[in-house]
């Protein structure tokens, strides 16, 4: 039996009890840089002001940036629970504002080698997951590594971050070029917003948002959604340059701001019509461990 198999037949026994399921964020980009993890760490703390428990799951494997932001070094990873028989409770460490951070270390990448009994455990464990959050942030690494491609195609809903940086819309565009051209890409199972980072106002990032889209509509026949900008200014900087949350440390800056606003509209396009609801944490990882 292989992974997909297995994973279908846990899915199957556990399709009753998971209704709706988490709700899964993946965010990504065509290089390294431009604020990815910053996004993540700052979009959790927004989410949890509104009441939502957030878990951030790290699958930048070889970088630490979200730990170091949270200022706490995990005593253990996903590589513990598949391989050495930690709960999900055990590898969830705890940060800023009660939100969960999961680190995926190199059990990431050794998750197209997994044996039978230990697909079922893993997706077992990430069935109780369900339980513990409504919203899992997918923090990938940079580029179109295989890794980053896999997590794009399994998630729901993209959030693609780029800078106005001429180098940074061009990689931007390689990632969604690669992801496009996939042959299990679905433009209806796959919502991809762009997130345009360290802007000097919403008409740059606007500006930012249509130079990639035309390519994505002319070359590769899809779009992307315009989500919105983080704006650079100095409590950003400050906190960039000492590792700290500019969400926790000044929430009343220019971008704390706008991670809010940035929350607040996910929350409304919840509402319409992005294939979020009952896809869930289980058949995300399915959908993952399928193509890895």
């Given at each position: 039996?292989?992974?997909?198999?297995?994973?279908?037949?846990v899915v199957k026994m556990?399709?009753?009890?998971?209704?709706?399921?988490?709700?899964?964020?993946?965010?990504?980009?065509?290089?390294?840089?431009?604020?990815?993890?910053?996004?993540?760490?700052?979009?959790?703390?927004?989410?949890?002001?509104?009441?939502?428990?957030?878990?951030?799951?790290?699958?930048?494997?070889?970088?630490?940036?979200?730990?170091?932001?949270?200022?706490?070094?995990?005593?253990?990873?996903?590589?513990?629970?598949?391989?050495?028989?930690?709960?999900?409770?055990?590898?969830?460490?705890?940060?800023?504002?009660?939100?969960?951070?999961?680190?995926?270390?190199?059990?990431?990448?050794?998750?197209?080698?997994?044996?039978?009994?230990?697909?079922?455990?893993?997706?077992?464990?990430?069935?109780?997951?369900?339980?513990?959050?409504?919203?899992?942030?997918?923090?990938?690494?940079?580029?179109?590594s295989d890794q980053v491609?896999?997590?794009?195609?399994?998630?729901?809903?993209?959030?693609?971050?780029?800078?106005?940086?001429?180098?940074?819309?061009?990689?931007?565009?390689?990632?969604?070029?690669?992801?496009?051209?996939?042959?299990?890409?679905?433009?209806?199972?796959?919502?991809?917003?762009?997130?345009?980072?360290?802007?000097?106002?919403?008409?740059?990032?606007?500006?930012?948002?249509?130079?990639?889209?035309?390519?994505?509509?002319?070359?590769?026949?899809?779009?992307?959604?315009?989500?919105?900008?983080?704006?650079?200014?100095?409590?950003?900087?400050?906190?960039?340059?000492?590792?700290?949350?500019?969400?926790?440390?000044?929430?009343?800056?220019?971008?704390?701001?706008?991670?809010?606003?940035?929350?607040?509209?996910?929350?409304?396009?919840?509402?319409?019509?992005?294939?979020?609801?009952?896809?869930?944490?289980?058949?995300?990882?399915?959908?993952?461990?399928?193509?890895?």
């Open positions: 039996m292989d992974q997909a198999e297995g994973l279908r037949n556990q399709s009753q009890q998971d209704i709706e399921g988490t709700r899964v964020i993946t965010i990504t980009s065509g290089k390294g840089g431009v604020g990815k993890s910053n996004l993540a760490v700052n979009l959790a703390v927004a989410f949890s002001n509104i009441g939502k428990k957030v878990i951030i799951f790290d699958a930048d494997f070889g970088l630490a940036n979200v730990e170091v932001m949270f200022g706490t070094i995990p005593k253990y990873n996903l590589s513990d629970m598949i391989y050495g028989g930690k709960s999900i409770e055990d590898i969830i460490t705890e940060g800023p504002m009660g939100i969960g951070f999961i680190s995926g270390g190199s059990g990431i990448l050794g998750l197209n080698n997994l044996t039978e009994e230990q697909v079922q455990f893993l997706v077992s464990s990430l069935h109780r997951l369900e339980g513990l959050c409504d919203v899992l942030i997918v923090d990938t690494g940079a580029g179109i491609l896999n997590f794009v195609l399994a998630s729901p809903e993209v959030l693609l971050v780029s800078t106005p940086e001429p180098s940074s819309i061009t990689d931007a565009y390689s990632l969604m070029k690669a992801t496009f051209m996939n042959p299990e890409f679905s433009k209806g199972k796959t919502k991809i917003h762009l997130v345009a980072n360290k802007v000097t106002s919403e008409a740059e990032g606007k500006a930012v948002y249509d130079k990639l889209n035309s390519v994505v509509h002319r070359f590769l026949g899809g779009e992307v959604s315009y989500l919105g900008m983080i704006p650079q200014d100095q409590s950003l900087e400050k906190a960039v340059r000492t590792q700290q949350i500019v969400s926790v440390d000044a929430p009343l800056a220019k971008s704390s701001r706008a991670f809010s606003h940035l929350a607040y509209l996910l929350m409304d396009l919840e509402e319409e019509q992005i294939p979020v609801r009952g896809f869930g944490l289980t058949r995300f990882f399915e959908s993952f461990l399928h193509r890895a």
